[in-house]
């Protein structure tokens, strides 16, 4: 494994960083930021900024738009991006869009892709991925989907409620996780203006930065044509996994990045702060702090690497991704619970951004798979195959 980076993604790491330095961080206060994320008009704004530097959806097929990154490749870009909690909603690499164009561009039909995949990977349009429901209905375990997909004639009739759904309120179309008459579970594309299709509400959440919000959304007799099956009846969790394990590492790449604007906020504080008589980083209970989050951002990098690498060659890369979800995920949290405590009484108040990343990040340990739920899955194939790295 050679993670040394290449002279071209070098160039785009540093453009990437200029950007999100130059362009993104001083609109950081704009006002048309909603307890739901960014208002459409404002998310427009941010995507337009990024399309004149060619920075929009850069991880999707030249063909669409995008750069074709490789895993490394989209490591190293979505960590800068992750420095601002706008970048990636400017640079429409956010999920749940994120991962949706990734599995449109692996799974769907060439038509599919020109209806739905290129104005998403355009920025012209959000998505949203409905898998998950209340309960007893399918949450960490998916073998629980209860929404239902009936066959009728050319059609499906697609019944049934999913909640934590991210940018529905707003998304264009939505890729809906049904089990069909067979028993099997299905994905299927319906544009959200199609009856049948109801946004109950926008559920209150401690993370404001996705656009759209987490909504609850009902269908209700919604009739889709078999056309509009994404890939083949029966293999929606086949299809999940193309999906979920890269979303998980992505999800890691930008909190990253998120976690080091905290770590830097802290550590000017503690740089110019004076207190007893020295510098707040001369005294060993901050300093240590600060040293400890070094550490953690160090190697939640190499771990993500280390996975992005191994899906660039190929692999699954499930086992892989879940480790970096949890160690990365529960990283990312305590580098910013430290940069709060360093800020002191700044620290939980909106005199700096970090109590807004403390917000942010929290739900990082759960969506995508809780940690438990992980380290479970992780503990299973140690009962098959025993402790062989």
Same mark, same amino acid.
């Given at each position: ?23 993104? $961080? ?31 959806? #850069? ?45 449109? &561009? ?9 209806? *739905?995949?290129? #104005? ?42 999913? *909640?934590?759904?991210?940018?529905? &309120?707003?998304?264009?179309?939505? $890729? ?20 049948? $299709? ?8 401690? @993370? ?22 994404? +890939?083949?009846?029966?293999? +929606? ?17 930008? *909190? ?5 604007? =905290? ?10 702060? &004076? ?16 040293? @400890? ?10 771990? /993500? ?6 899906? @660039? ?17 529960? =990283? ?17 108040? +909106?005199?700096?951004?970090? =109590? ?11 969506? @995508?798979? #809780?940690?438990?739920?992980?380290? *479970?899955?992780?503990?299973?194939? /140690?009962?098959?195959?025993? =402790?062989?790295?």
């Amino acid at each position: 494994m050679d993670f040394s980076l290449t002279p071209d993604l070098l160039e785009l790491q540093q453009r990437t960083r200029a950007f999100i330095r130059d362009k993104i $961080i001083p609109l950081e206060s704009d006002p048309r930021q909603t307890p739901h994320g960014p208002t459409e008009e404002f998310r427009r704004e941010l995507v337009a900024l990024a399309a004149a530097e060619g920075l929009v959806a #850069p991880h999707v097929g030249v063909e669409y738009g995008g750069l074709g990154l490789s895993h490394v490749g989209k490591a190293v870009v979505f960590e800068e991006s992750g420095y601002s909690l706008l970048g990636p909603v400017a640079m429409h690499i956010f999920a749940p869009d994120e991962g949706n164009m990734h599995l449109l &561009e692996a799974v769907a039909s060439t038509e599919q892709k020109e209806r *739905w995949l290129r #104005p998403l990977a355009s920025g012209a349009t959000r998505s949203c991925f409905c898998m998950t429901e209340p309960a007893p209905g399918a949450g960490s375990d998916p073998a629980a989907l209860r929404t239902t997909a009936r066959k009728d004639g050319n059609h499906y009739v697609i019944n049934g409620d999913k *909640w934590f759904i991210t940018g529905a &309120e707003g998304a264009a179309f939505a $890729i809906i996780m049904a089990k069909d008459d067979d028993g099997n579970a299905t994905m299927f594309l319906a544009d959200m203006d199609t009856p049948g $299709i109801e946004i109950v509400r926008t559920m209150d959440s401690l @993370d404001h930065a996705f656009a759209g919000g987490h909504g609850v959304v009902r269908f209700n007799n919604l009739r889709v044509p078999a056309s509009d099956i994404l +890939g083949e009846p029966g293999k +929606g969790f086949r299809y999940a996994q193309v999906r979920l394990a890269p979303a998980r590492l992505t999800h890691c790449m930008r *909190w990253l990045g998120t976690a080091r604007r =905290a770590h830097q906020i802290a550590t000017d504080y503690a740089l110019r702060r &004076e207190v007893f008589g020295s510098k707040l980083i001369g005294h060993e209970g901050v300093g240590f702090m600060l040293a @400890d989050n070094e550490m953690d951002i160090r190697m939640s990098r190499l771990s /993500i690497l280390h996975t992005a690498w191994t899906l @660039d060659q190929g692999a699954r890369g499930t086992v892989e991704s879940s480790m970096a979800k949890v160690f990365v995920s529960e =990283a990312v949290w305590r580098v910013v619970d430290r940069s709060v405590q360093v800020l002191g009484g700044q620290g939980v108040t +909106g005199e700096t951004l970090v =109590a807004r990343i403390f917000n942010e990040v929290r739900g990082f340990r759960i969506y @995508d798979g #809780p940690s438990e739920v992980h380290r *479970w899955s992780i503990a299973q194939r /140690i009962g098959r195959n025993g =402790a062989n790295w």
